[in-house]
């Protein structure tokens, strides 16, 4: 099992955030155990907004289905694209 600072280190070797924003969507990438992915969710808040991704994030929450799969289903729900 690996510690959370290792998880943390091993996104940040392959994402540098350079603005608050690209941290929420490294953070975001992180809580969908999806870090890897990080600029991809970065361009996620550029493209819907923090507060879209964080509302379709809250509602994955509550239905106990955080996952990058569940996730990019509800945002597409959200946005209709």
């Known amino acids: 099992m690996t510690s959370i600072l290792d998880r943390v280190g091993n996104a940040f070797e392959q994402f540098s955030p350079a603005t608050i ?23 996620l808040v550029d493209r819907y907004g ?24 509800e945002l597409q729900r959200e946005v209709g694209t």
């Open 50 to 73: 923090l507060q879209t991704l964080l509302e379709v994030y809250h509602r994955c929450a509550n239905r106990r289905t955080i996952s990058g799969p569940a996730f990019h289903a």
């Open 21 to 43: 924003l690209d941290c929420c969507g490294l953070r975001l990438a992180q809580k969908l155990d999806d870090a890897e992915a990080a600029e991809h969710y970065v361009k």
